[in-house]
Each structure stands twice: as structure tokens, then as C-alpha cells.
């Protein structure tokens, strides 16, 4: 959304084409986006993918007529079809290979039926679009050529992001923040057993989840389970994320797999101490005691015991959040990954 935003405000024409779930119109424009929900599966499994890539197909078809470049936002569904499309119709196209590891774009794209068809499909792309150093190992490994694959990190709004008014730690309640979605890829259910410890050893601290996401109730019974009660709070969906970052004392994101985190960043961009598990992507973004704290994946004691370093050492706290801010301001601003991808387009463009 802010890439196509963006882009629009440079001149661009940009459309988005997604899934339609649920009511509401077909054709909307969303801050200026013009979005087109004319996706849609009949069921999970088999049938959902064959009827999401008729349908996707069909639409691509039908708002392609006077695009110049396709651009499929993961390495999945949506890029089998830009792929199947611009071939078809010699419109170049990329896609984005959003998510590495086990759970992630060619993780997913292992467990469909067809997957030597549909990874020889996707070789054919004109560009692969990576954000991390393990998402273009990830792709070579898969047989993507070198000289289409394209390293581009994800960026961050700075204005929208930016530290809030900061207030001494020992001076009032202090507040550690997760944002994302809440599935078994996030790692909450290791930071609630983190969690339970800290609170035991801290007064005047609170947990608080934003996101939605299948695990909600689950993880909802496990706080109950390990009496966390008021120390733990699930927001839901967070439409103002800037808002809760700037109340918060400190970010954490214990995900087990990630592309490039946009949750890290933002959190980083606040200017908050943040604590990270140390996994593809996130080692590209931070590095450990010097802008960030990281520790293994799924190890509670770990993540407990850095979270204690940052809620009790306001001078560290202080250090981390300061070069944190630092470091997303020189390598990830939002604008410096827009020109990068004005660039690309053109280079496709006109390759074509």
C-alpha cells in the first residue's frame, strides 16, 4: 500500500489487484489506490488454488491492457499468474519473494500439487525481487537465475515512524509491544512463557499484542493458563500502529521466519529498543548489543533475559533505540526503496 501510494504521488498510474473477502464493493480507491477485489477461491485446497488462478488470470487480463509491468507481491499464487499472463501477452513481470524459511513463499509453493510445473513457470519471470541475503539464497537455491534475481530491502515511512517524546523509564508504567499477525510463524506463544518470567520479576510492566491472526484464542488461554491477567492485553487488528510504537518502552518480535521484518523496522524507526530473535532477515536489519538485542528462536529464558536487560538498564535502552533510528534512517528509507523500484520497472520496461 505505501508502495503503490508512493508511486502514485510520483506520477505513476498504479493498480492493485487482491482478493475479494466478504462484502463491499469490487471497485474501491483506498487512500488514493485504486483497488480491484476481483479474486476469489472456492474453498481451501485443490479448488481454492484452481479457481484463485482462473480468477486471477482472467482479472489480470482485463486491467492489463495498458499496464507496462506486472509486479506479484509474493512468490505464490499471485506470481504463477502474472507469470502465466505476461508470457502470454509479452508484458514483463516480476515478483517478490516476501518470506523465507519453511513457512515461507517457496515453502508454501513445495507443498502444492505441481510444483516442478509451477517453479518452472515462475523461472521464466522477468525479475526476482528479494529483500534479505537468506530470500536470494533461498531463490538461487531454486534455480532462479542470478541476473534476474534483485535485492531490494522493504523501507519504512520516517515521518509516519519517527520517536515519540520520550519519557524516563522508571517514571511511569513501561510497555513492551508486539505487532503482527498471530500464527505459529510469529513465535507469541514463546514470548507469553518469556513473558511469565519477566513479570514475575518486574512490577509496573505490560505486555501488549496487536494483530489478529488463527492462535488468538489459543494464545489468549495460555496467558490465562500462565496468570498473566491484566499484564497481558490483545488489541486485534491495529489500523495506527505509529500510535501504539510510540507508547511503548520496547519492540519485540520473536518470529521463527521472516523476509525482511516491516514490524522491526517500524519499531526501529520509533526509536525503541527492540528484541528480535536472530533469523533470516532480521540479521540483515540489526545487528546484536550494538542496535538491537537478538537471541534464538522458540528459547523463552533467552527472550525473558533480554527483556529484563532492556526494562531495567535505561542507559542500554537508550543506546539500543538511538542507533536503531540511526540505522533505518541511512538504509531503509521508504523513498529510497521506491526510486529503486521506479528504476527497476523502467529497466524492465524497456528490456521488453
Known amino acids: 500500500h505505501q ?7 510520483r506520477g505513476h498510474e498504479v493498480r492493485v489487484l487482491t482478493m475479494r473477502l466478504g462484502p463491499g464493493p469490487a471497485e474501491v ?14 474453498e481451501r485446497g485443490a479448488l481454492f488454488g484452481v479457481s484463485y488462478l482462473f480468477t486471477a488470470v482472467a482479472a489480470i487480463l482485463r486491467l ?5 509491468v506486472l509486479h506479484a507481491h509474493h512468490l505464490y499464487l499471485d506470481a504463477i499468474a502474472a507469470a502465466a499472463v505476461g508470457r502470454n501477452i509479452r508484458l514483463p513481470a516480476l515478483a517478490k519473494l516476501a518470506c523465507g524459511g519453511a513457512v515461507g513463499d517457496l515453502g508454501r509453493l513445495r507443498r502444492m500439487a505441481g510444483t516442478t510445473l509451477w517453479l518452472k513457470l515462475l523461472r521464466r519471470l522477468d525479475r526476482i525481487v528479494v529483500p534479505s541475503r537468506q530470500t536470494e539464497a533461498e531463490a538461487q537455491a531454486a534455480g532462479f537465475p542470478a541476473e534476474r ?18 519519557v524516563a523509564l522508571k517514571e511511569r508504567h513501561r510497555t513492551v509491544l508486539f505487532l503482527g499477525r498471530l500464527d505459529a510463524q510469529k513465535g ?17 510492566v505490560s505486555l501488549t499484542i496487536g494483530g489478529a491472526g488463527p492462535l488468538r484464542p489459543e494464545l489468549c488461554a495460555e496467558a490465562a493458563r500462565l496468570g498473566l491477567g491484566d499484564r497481558v492485553q490483545f488489541l486485534g487488528v491495529v489500523p495506527d500502529p505509529e500510535r501504539h510504537l510510540r507508547a511503548a518502552d520496547v519492540f519485540v518480535l520473536p518470529s521463527w521466519h521472516e523476509g525482511l521484518p516491516n514490524a522491526l523496522l517500524e519499531g526501529m524507526a520509533t526509536g525503541l529498543p527492540c528484541v528480535a530473535t536472530a533469523i533470516g532477515g532480521t540479521v540483515d536489519v540489526v545487528t546484536d548489543e550494538q ?21 531495567t538498564d535505561a542507559s542500554l535502552a537508550r543506546r539500543l533505540g538511538t542507533a536503531a533510528r540511526r540505522r533505518v534512517v541511512a538504509h531503509y528509507p521508504l523513498d529510497a526503496v ?7 520497472y523502467k529497466e524492465m520496461r524497456d528490456a521488453a
Open 64 to 68: 492489463a491492457r495498458h499496464a507496462e
Open 338 to 344: 521506491v526510486t529503486r523500484y521506479e528504476q527497476l
Open 149 to 166: 534475481i534483485v535485492r531490494i530491502p522493504n523501507g519504512v515511512d520516517l515521518t509516519r515512524f519517527s520517536p515519540a517524546q520520550t
Open 29 to 42: 480507491t483506498v487512500e488514493g489506490v485504486p483497488v480491484y477485489r476481483a479474486i476469489w477461491g472456492l
Open 3 to 9: 508502495l503503490a501510494r508512493a508511486l502514485i504521488a
Open 291 to 311: 542496535d538491537a538485542l537478538l537471541v534464538p528462536p522458540g528459547d523463552p529464558v533467552a527472550l525473558a533475559k533480554a527483556l529484563l536487560r532492556v526494562l
Open 188 to 204: 507469541v506463544d514463546t514470548l507469553l512463557h518469556a513473558w511469565a518470567e519477566v513479570a514475575s520479576r518486574l512490577r509496573g
